[in-house]
């Protein structure tokens, strides 16, 4: 039987700066990287019908961005606003079966603490 800890945001947040594990800007490149990750398991390509490349940057629809079309074709299935930012409206409006494909792959592009969530059922 697999052993269970549980850590509070603020120790997980310790664990990191303690250790020097990971900065905001490299969790918020593992976040992109899971949500490009999530697109492409889904199947969900940008204008030209391509896979997403998986490297961390998003931008926005009035960029030109690949990623954020894909967003904002994600969006119009979910129903919710086609801004191409993926946020909470996006991310609340997700099937559980979408939140569990993309709960692994923020534990794939994550750090060993984010896999080490995802391993226990802490995410």
């Known amino acids: 039987m697999a052993k269970r800890f ?9 664990i990191r700066s303690k250790y020097g ?3 905001e800007q ?7 990287k899971a949500i490009q990750c999530f697109l492409n398991k889904k199947g969900i390509r ?11 940057s998003i931008g926005t629809l009035d960029n030109d961005s690949k990623t954020a079309q894909a ?3 994600y969006q ?10 993926w946020g909470s409206e996006t ?10 494909i993309f709960k692994q792959c923020l534990s794939d592009e994550g750090d060993f603490i ?3 969530l995802h391993f226990f059922g802490l995410d």
């Open 26 to 32: 490299t969790e918020l490149m593992n976040k992109n």
């Open 6 to 14: 549980i850590i509070s945001e603020e120790e997980r947040s310790d």
């Open 21 to 23: 594990l990971i900065n």
């Open 91 to 100: 991310y609340n409006k997700m099937p559980d079966k979408d939140v569990q």
């Open 76 to 85: 119009n299935i979910l129903k919710v606003r086609p801004d191409g930012v």
């Open 71 to 73: 967003i904002e074709k």
């Open 114 to 116: 984010d896999k080490g």
């Open 46 to 56: 940008d204008k030209e019908n391509k896979p997403l490349k998986i490297d961390g």
